[in-house]
């Protein structure tokens, strides 16, 4: 029992970076640190994957003349680097938009910015009310 | 020459657009990148109607990328089901295109035109490859390039509302979120199958009946994609993101972003896994049916006490998102039939309203929202008459294609023994009238607060018009449309219903 608890512990590490990273994302207000949380929930996939491809007592996967060598699974590895520039990419268009969001609204704190929404939402509503329509071809 | 055209359909059709996009982005031309732009899309849309007619005669095209032989490499799969979203992306893309041309300079600074053009081709690249696939992390991949063009897309809007970057960063986070969560079931899949080619993933995962990873990793990929195609807990990203985003990017999202992702939901129900295992029929009938039609409700009641239009439209979508899912969670042959026309006539009616109220904000250069929507139909008659058959369509008027859909769709309902199903569709259109029955009083029958002269230009309703004229085409012959949808069902869901 002990044995085969500690033998997954790979798995209980993704697990908890999982479960980190997704409470920083839904639970925090800071738009950068739900940045973090979505990086750190990223990653801990990419360790669950890279534990599948391990196999024990596997080499890389580099063809030798060997009959008995046991060769890791090298998809995995391969699937993992596509993820790691779509996470990337991810977290470099999160950080751009942050940076945007800070230069407009001059917070980056959910709270503060849905305030300020909430008023422009309805001060769109009053305006729109007065209608001063132009000619326009 | 055409051989080899023709044999290559499947690659190119995803290629031409995802190519184009890098030539896109070098040319400073705002004319020459748009008309780029609009030979790409329509290109696309030729490559579709051909494969459309291989695949009524080979019924199933597979596409070996870079030679290697499925299952080990990649495949490309167009078949019966796959076409009909892969036309509705290539033909929605092109109509848009045209109708951007004109609408995107009012919204987006000159400099960044090229750019924008470059992530609208992206976009609709990568929702073409996410239906074109037959790998599930190929999927993957195609759902992250459609999703990041997309936020990219949203977050344009900020150059006239700053409320479309948080639109932007919440769409991101969340998609982000459903993405990996998706890539997490596809993870634990391959780790007891060892596969990832979805044909293959099907075969092997008869014999893994009720293990745990199987049913975690079904899981986990139901929910990621659940989150992209909105459906009702995981929405809230979208009506935010389409009433933020520039116009012209509302009608693209609007019209193909859930559809695609909605088509991926069925072929992991249905094609993936098999209708009459356990797993898929509680699935179907314990979270997906009710999910369904509480979004049925909740996106009709959110668009009735709606004010701005934009958003009022994207509850609208949720709400009809709910009829599709709910007639996939039906689970019959008829109900997914049903449900792949309403994908199909959804399209066609989202794409048509967004694009008339699109034409609205672009004369009267503002926020439309109910009140200043008064007395503008009498000024402006042919989108008027655009937006009205639309949204009789909408709310499912005979001789309209909306009218085919919850057709249907209640005929599936009712033939499934679920009569009560039926009467909360029937209840929920109704529902539906009062917001598009809002609108067109505001639109008609409120008199101008001051004389409004406007002249409409054509570059902007032709496209408009010739949705509108697909929307009573497709009501009065739906024969096209309703025989790929039931040829779609029968190869989904199979002789086992």
């Known amino acids: 029992m002990i044995s085969s608890t500690i033998g997954i512990w790979n798995y209980w590490i993704v697990f908890l970076l999982m479960m980190i990273g997704l409470f920083l994302v839904i639970g925090r207000k800071n738009f950068l640190k739900k940045i973090v949380g979505l990086a750190i929930f990223q990653t801990s996939v990419f360790l669950l994957y890279i534990t599948f491809g391990k196999i024990k007592g596997g080499t890389p996967p580099i063809l030798n003349n060997a009959i008995d060598t046991v060769y890791s699974n090298p998809l995995p590895h391969v699937l993992i680097l596509t993820a790691i520039v779509v996470g990337v990419a991810t977290t470099a268009l999160g950080l751009s938009l942050v940076l945007r969001i800070n230069s407009e609204y001059g917070s980056i704190e959910e709270d503060e910015i849905s305030a300020q929404d909430l008023v422009d939402y309805h001060d769109q509503i009053e305006t729109s009310k007065k209608i001063d329509t132009k000619f326009i071809e | 020459m055409t051989d080899i055209l023709i044999k290559n359909l499947p690659i190119l059709v995803v290629l031409c657009p995802l190519m184009m996009s890098l030539i896109v982005v070098l040319i400073p031309n705002i004319f020459l990148s748009s008309l780029l732009t609009f030979a790409s899309t329509f290109v696309a849309f ?176 139901i929910v990621g994609i659940m989150v992209k195609a909105a459906i009702f807990p995981m929405h809230i990203w979208l009506p935010k993101a389409y009433a933020y985003a520039p116009s012209a990017v509302s009608v693209l999202l609007a019209a193909t972003a859930t559809k695609a992702s909605l088509y991926i939901l069925a072929r992991i129900l249905f094609s993936v896994f098999d209708i009459a295992d356990n797993l898929i029929i509680n699935t179907l009938s314990y979270v997906i049916l009710p999910l369904s039609i509480i979004a049925m409700f909740a996106g009709t009641i959110m668009a009735i006490y709606e004010k701005d ?44 309203l967004f694009m008339a109220i699109t034409s609205i904000s672009f004369y009267i250069q503002k926020r439309v929202t109910l009140s200043n929507l008064s007395g503008l139909g009498r000024a402006m008659p042919i989108t008027f008459f655009c937006f009205v058959i639309c949204s009789l369509s909408l709310a499912g008027l005979p001789l309209t294609a909306g009218f085919i859909s919850k057709l249907y769709l209640i005929k599936a309902s009712i033939s499934a023994d679920g009569l009560w199903i039926a009467i909360l569709i029937l209840f929920s259109s109704a529902l539906s009238v009062i917001y598009l029955w809002k609108m067109i009083e505001a639109l008609w029958l409120q008199q101008p607060k001051k004389e409004i002269i406007i002249k409409e230009n054509p570059k902007i309703y032709t496209s408009l018009l010739i949705i509108t004229f697909l929307n009573i085409y497709f ?12 040829e779609a069902a029968e190869k989904l869901v199979g002789v086992s219903k």
């Open chain 2, 46 to 221: 030729i490559f579709s109607i051909l494969l459309y007619q291989e695949v009524q005669i080979h019924s199933t095209i597979s596409y070996a990328l870079g030679n290697w032989a499925p299952p080990i490499g990649i495949e490309y799969v167009i078949d019966k089901v796959s076409i009909i979203p892969i036309i509705i992306i290539t033909l929605i893309g092109f109509l848009t295109t045209i109708f951007s041309s004109k609408v995107m300079p009012d919204e987006i600074n000159e400099t960044s035109i090229s750019k924008v053009y470059s992530l609208w081709l992206l976009a609709i690249a990568g929702l073409i490859g996410l239906v074109t696939t037959g790998d599930a992390f190929n999927l993957f991949v195609f759902l992250e390039i459609s999703s990041l063009a997309s936020v990219a897309l949203v977050a344009m809007g900020a150059q006239k509302d700053k409320q479309a970057l948080v639109a932007a960063y919440n769409y991101l986070i969340i998609g982000a979120v459903g993405a990996t969560l998706y890539v997490i079931g596809v993870g634990l899949l391959y780790g007891i199958t060892g596969t990832l080619n979805m044909a293959d993933l099907s075969e092997r995962v008869v014999d893994l009946k009720n293990n745990k990873a199987l049913i975690a990793g079904f899981g986990f990929m």
């Open chain 2, 309 to 352: 239009i934009k958003r009022l439209l994207a509850h609208s979508s949720v709400a009809q998102i709910g009829y599709i899912t709910l007639a996939f969670a039906i689970g019959t042959k008829a109900s997914v039939a049903a449900g792949f026309i309403h994908v199909f006539n959804h399209a066609l009616i989202k794409g048509a």
């Open chain 2, 475 to 486: 009501g009065l012959d739906a024969s096209f449309v309703v025989d790929s949808s039931i």
